[in-house]
């Protein structure tokens, strides 16, 4: 009927048809729409399978029966063409549809595909990154050349290098005139404070700390699958706090009465340093993803990053920090050391090692802060005359004397309080001390095991060293105090005021402090 009838709908122009015809498929069309697709395609335009006009069959209706058409100037002839140009652009509107609806199925697969490319291509970058440091670590460990990838078997490949890498160039090699005036009248201050300074009467005696024993231990930096404690300072002004980094990535601040005060996060690799500010509540850690980290600190004793260092292009081994406390100073494996201004955030100066091949396992300002050590290792063929300690002017910034004698590398050094001597530590299991006046090794300390750790307490009269064991040494060099309590190497050694404890930290996850019971 007609009622029924003008209920379908073409499925082309979504149009009641005039000559409704049924495909195979199913589907409803208008007879004249369907035959002019099927003249350029034989498949139904809904399911794409084939289709010919021998598949279509009509469908009866009551209706009245159309005039026939006759020439276009009759308005029947007019009516005929504005119906085939009406069928044709529903034709075509309903082909751009198709169209577009494809579109946008590629356009979202494409947009997807492009989203997996970049997550799989960060995590192969970070993936090379930890190769390469790895690499690297092992090269250092045993000693072996480095080798440039970018040029093997002929072939280069171009690396995005990070923007500090890139803005290297742009920071001075020597520090600007008004630094130096700084630094020298703080020489000059810290020169005439220690020339009037006494010994204080509560200093510890070497038979006192003869009978040092363990007096704590706590068990941080647990985070596997890497943990350990990797380094030690005990606050100069907080006696209580000591400050650890660890294999784990992370900084602790610790109180010998509070437990863990703060947990510094920031770093994607071992922090090979970490340092109080000599005034301020602020701290700095240094770690072998290539970067510093400046920590400052609120009332409630939260620690946030307030800048990051990304200078150097390799780990970033060691800071000390200026005795104004204005200032500190990086050392990295690649072979640089640089100044940075704690207040402006940036960094002042920037030097390079000439040797090829020699990075810095360690660094240390002198008490007076003119002069700058550097502990060199060799990361290429082995040359014993490279693993040296270099002493900086820092006013010119250059290079005034090297300290040769170690056959392995340097892994930690350290000014007495009085300016006059440096201890050395190196993985060859000796300390050799040097006299800054005459510029010469005036002894010798065989360790017998590679040493981590070397620091003179406050007074300059007691060495404390930390290789397999803790060991002491009094200003006769005599060793008074040996405690072999860690399961692990000692990684870092401080005193507390007046020698009245020491803290040692250890591979085996330990802090240990050491007194009389």
């Known amino acids: 009927t007609q009622s029924t009838w003008g209920t379908m709908f073409c499925a082309i122009s979504g149009q009641v048809p005039q000559n409704p015809v049924v495909s195979k498929t199913g589907h409803i069309f208008e007879k004249s729409l369907i035959l002019k697709h099927l003249e350029t395609e034989n498949t139904c335009p809904i399911t794409k399978s084939p289709l010919t006009q021998d598949d279509l069959v009509e469908i009866k209706t009551s209706h009245i029966a159309k005039p026939r058409v006759s020439t276009a100037s009759s308005i029947p ?21 198709q169209h577009l609806d494809t579109v946008r199925q590629e356009l979202s697969h494409a947009l997807y595909q492009h989203d997996a490319a970049s997550r799989v291509i960060a995590r192969l970058i970070k993936e090379r990154d930890q190769a390469r440091q790895a690499l690297a670590s092992l090269r250092r460990q045993y000693n072996l050349p480095e080798v440039d990838v970018s040029q093997s078997n002929g072939d280069s490949m171009d690396v995005d290098q990070p923007s500090s890498a890139r803005s290297q160039s742009s920071v001075p090699s020597k520090l600007s005139k008004e630094v130096v005036v700084e630094f020298s009248d703080t020489a000059k201050q810290l020169s005439g404070q220690r020339r009037n300074r006494v010994i204080s009467p509560s200093l510890a005696t070497p038979e006192a700390i003869s009978a040092y024993s363990v007096l704590s231990s706590h068990n941080i930096h647990k985070s596997q699958p890497r943990a350990g404690i990797t380094s030690l300072q005990v606050h100069n002004r907080h006696s209580s706090r000591v400050i650890t980094g660890g294999a784990d990535n992370q900084a602790i601040i610790f109180s010998r009465e509070g437990g863990v005060l703060a947990t510094l996060s920031g770093h994607s690799d071992i922090v090979t340093s970490a340092i109080f500010h000599p005034t301020q509540a602020a701290a700095v850690t240094t770690s072998m993803d290539g970067r510093a980290l400046f920590w400052n600190s609120n009332e409630s004793n939260d620690y946030s990053v307030a800048y990051e260092v990304k200078l150097h292009t390799d780990g970033v081994s060691g800071a000390s920090f200026h005795p104004s406390g204005k200032y500190f100073t990086t050392a990295s494996l690649d072979g640089t050391w640089a100044l940075h201004d704690v207040t402006t955030s940036k960094t002042i100066c920037h030097v390079a090692e000439k040797q090829a091949g020699a990075g810095y396992r360690c660094v240390e300002f002198h008490p007076d802060g003119l002069i700058l050590g550097t502990g060199t290792m060799v990361v290429g063929p082995e040359d014993n005359k490279e693993n040296k300690v270099r002493i900086w002017d820092m006013k010119n ?97 401080g005193f507390g005021p007046d020698a009245n404890f020491i803290a040692t930290t250890s591979m085996d996850q330990s802090l240990k402090f050491y007194g009389r019971s």
């Open 77 to 97: 002839g007019l009516l005929a063409s504005f119906q085939d140009e009406w069928d044709a652009t529903m034709l075509e509107t309903f082909t751009l549809k």
């Open 397 to 493: 910034s250059t290079n005034v004397a090297n300290f040769e004698g170690h056959k392995l590398p340097i892994t930690n050094i350290s000014f007495s309080e009085n300016g006059y001597y440096l201890a050395t530590g190196s993985e060859d299991g000796t300390v050799r001390l040097w006299d800054l006046r005459k510029l010469k090794n005036f002894n010798t300390l065989e360790i017998g095991s590679p040493v981590s750790s070397v620091s003179f307490d406050y007074s300059g009269h007691y060495l404390a060293v930390g290789s397999s064991d803790l060991r002491v040494f009094s200003k006769t060099w005599d060793c008074i105090l040996t405690q072999k309590v860690h399961t692990g190497d000692v990684t870092g050694v």
